[in-house]
């Protein structure tokens, strides 16, 4: 396995994976692999819907706990804070920012991430009844796909921490056949596929234009929402056309 793959997984997942002293350069490069990870996660989410496939809720269930699980809930973490401090913010640059920071989590987000975790569990029991699988695997995939997009796209805003070594060292030409993957890992899944992708999109479009707006481009913790949100949209789409 690469050292950008492994620091991939170290990100991402709470994965026991070894990776030594790791250089900025490293780090960058590690953005491109972000998609491998998602589809390493739905995999096993997809795994897990197979072993309770006679019934539909608690595969669901389960497979939304492997999600989270697996990342240890960061994204979820990311989309609580973004939350509080959309809201808290009242509009203020400085305000949302330092709210961002704070550790602790307000009723908003705990809202977030509720309604979110209600909805990709609707989603997936039905997915699971109506006998589909794979879209667990292109929700996983294009989720981690949002994060080098916005990379690529999109000023960091912070000068320090994880995703400021993300922002200076981004392999351009890596992230863009990562996005490209992704792309076609979701294709597996036919014009049902290319929707999701095509939804997926509007959402992050509308999201980066919040986010320039609001900050002048993306946090960690706004990167973190936009992964969630777009996890739950796919699910949601393709339980909807399926």
């Known amino acids: 396995m690469s050292m950008p793959l492994r620091i991939a997984f170290v990100f991402l997942t709470r994965l026991p994976v070894a990776v030594g002293d790791v250089d900025a350069a490293a ?8 998609p491998v990870v998602g589809l390493a996660i739905g995999g ?3 795994a897990v819907v197979g072993v309770a496939w006679d019934t539909p809720v608690l595969a669901a269930a389960l497979a939304v706990a492997v999600l989270a699980g ?13 939350a509080d401090a959309w809201v808290g ?6 305000r949302t920012l330092a709210i961002m ?29 109506a006998g589909h699988w794979l879209p667990v695997v292109v929700a996983g995939v294009l989720s981690r796909a949002v994060a080098p997009l916005l990379f690529l796209t999109t000023p960091y805003v912070r000068r320090e921490g994880l995703g400021a ?10 992230v863009r056949l990562a ?8 294709l597996l899944a036919g014009w049902k596929g290319l929707f999701a992708v ?5 959402l992050v479009y509308a999201l980066r234009a919040a986010f320039l707006r609001r900050l002048g481009g993306i946090t960690g913790d706004t990167v973190g929402a936009a992964m969630v949100l777009t996890e739950a949209l796919t699910l949601v789409v393709m339980a909807l056309v399926s």
Do not use: N
């Open 27 to 34: 780090v960058g490069r590690s953005l491109a692999w972000y």
């Open 44 to 46: 096993a989410a997809a």
């Open 70 to 82: 697996l990342s240890g809930a960061l994204h979820l973490d990311g989309l609580a804070d973004t």
């Open 89 to 94: 913010g009242l509009g203020d640059r400085a």
């Open 101 to 129: 920071k704070d550790p602790y989590c307000g009723p908003v987000g705990v809202v977030a991430i509720g309604t979110v975790l209600m909805v990709e569990l609707a989603a997936l029991a039905s997915l699971v009844e």
């Open 165 to 174: 070594a993300l922002a200076r060292h981004i392999d351009v030409t890596g």
């Open 179 to 186: 996005l490209g993957a992704a792309l076609a890992v979701s």
């Open 198 to 202: 095509a939804v997926a999109l509007v």
